[in-house]
């Protein structure tokens, strides 16, 4: 198991940035595949998105429609840290964000969207949008 704890969230002004973080620990970070997904209120939670374990220097990502050109994943395995840059908010972004982690050694980008996939969560930080 996986001990996740997200932070950054608040309220932001609708076309606003904001960077949520996610420290994990428990086990060794460089081998999780990580997750973003967010839950609106009477909504299902939803797949946001993915950044795979480091291959050298190489890692995968997949990020949700919805947000693409707008949100960046990004991890830093000496910190242990993933995190979610949203750039140019929306409305319609406002929701409660949670972290996902699960130990893979391999890569699926359709996989990864599930929220199914992950075995270990972190209680979400919530993520308000004024317009």
């Known amino acids: 198991q996986v001990q996740l704890v997200e932070s950054g969230g608040g309220l932001v002004q609708a076309g606003g940035s904001l960077r949520l973080s996610c420290a994990a620990s428990?086990?060794?970070?460089?081998?999780?595949?990580m997750g973003w997904f967010r839950q609106a209120p009477g909504k299902e939670r939803e797949f946001v998105a993915a950044?795979?374990?480091?291959?050298?220097?190489?890692?995968?990502?997949v990020r949700a429609e919805s947000v693409k050109g707008r949100f960046t994943i990004s991890r830093d395995n000496a910190k242990n840290t993933v995190y979610l840059q949203l750039n140019s908010v929306k409305p319609e972004d406002m929701a409660v964000y949670y972290c996902?982690?699960?130990?893979?050694?391999?890569?699926?980008?359709?996989?990864?969207?599930?929220?199914?996939?992950?075995?270990?969560w972190g209680q979400g930080t919530q993520v308000t949008v004024s317009s």
């Open positions: 996902a982690a699960r130990g893979d050694t391999s890569w699926n980008d359709n996989r990864v969207r599930a929220s199914t996939y992950y075995d270990s």
């Open positions: 428990g086990r060794t970070f460089s081998s999780l595949v």
């Open positions: 950044i795979s374990r480091s291959y050298g220097a190489t890692m995968f990502a």
